[in-house]
């Protein structure tokens, strides 16, 4: 079946530690996002990446990374320099990369990754 | 800066009632989304309103949009306990020239017996 796999669902970090979430789909999706969903609010766009080697910032960036090496994968580290990291976080893909295609941009979106800080 | 502003932000009704979310954003663009959030889960896509005047709809839920005015809209027919969970509505900024989506804050819905 095809779809978005994050993992782990469930971590736990550290002050000051740095922790990656994985994110791999098998969809042959060219665009990848990542958003952060804190409790009762919405999605807010921290990465996304519209092809191999390159990505944008999101709206709150900082004190996050990516990397985008393979088209299947697009995970995230969590820096010590965010202050804040505790929240859900959502990996999704659309077929919307570089060249624009007509018709929506549908997201779907992985299972979610619940990041505690300790 | 694109804003998109849902409300209400919580919702409780009763069975067999009907009602309407709102979603309101502040700059041009003839593309929404609307997802599904049961809690602790992640997001389900609903509809994909790509013109003005779209209207889509599946069972109790019928969304619509209006790009001149900047709102869209999501109602409930009869509402079902089934259908209490978190709506989120998105909005396409392809036309100002980034490929991603920005999220209302979404509207938890409850439906009680």
């Known amino acids: 079946d095809g779809g978005i796999t994050q993992s782990p669902k469930y971590l736990f970090r550290k002050e000051g530690q740095n922790v990656t979430l994985s994110c791999e789909q098998n969809l042959n999706h060219d665009a990848m996002y990542w958003y952060r969903q804190d409790p009762g609010q919405g999605l807010r766009l921290i990465y996304y990446?519209?092809?191999?080697?390159?990505?944008q910032k999101g709206d709150i960036a900082e004190g996050y990374s990516v990397s985008r090496e393979k088209k299947e994968s697009f995970p995230l580290t969590v820096t010590s320099a965010q202050k804040n990291p505790t929240a859900f976080y959502l990996c999704?893909?659309?077929?919307?990369?570089?060249?624009?295609?007509?018709?929506?941009?549908?997201?779907?979106f992985g299972a979610g990754s619940r990041l505690t800080v300790l | 800066e694109l804003k998109v502003e849902q409300n209400p932000l919580f919702l409780s009704m009763q069975e067999g009632k009907n009602y309407t979310i709102y979603c309101n954003y502040s700059t041009t663009s003839d593309r929404l989304y609307w997802y599904r959030q049961d809690p602790g889960k992640s997001l389900e896509s609903l509809f994909v309103l790509l013109s003005n005047g779209a209207v889509k709809q599946e069972g109790r839920l019928m969304a619509s949009l209006d790009t001149k005015a900047r709102l869209s809209t999501l109602h409930i027919t009869a509402a079902v306990h089934d259908l209490s969970a978190t709506y989120f509505c998105?909005?396409?900024?392809?036309?100002?020239?980034?490929?991603?989506?920005?999220f209302g804050q979404g509207t938890r819905l409850t439906i009680n017996p």
């Open positions: 998105a909005v396409d900024m392809y036309g100002q020239g980034a490929q991603k989506l920005v």
């Open positions: 999704a893909s659309s077929t919307q990369g570089r060249i624009h295609l007509s018709g929506a941009n549908v997201l779907t």
């Open positions: 990446s519209q092809i191999v080697n390159d990505f």
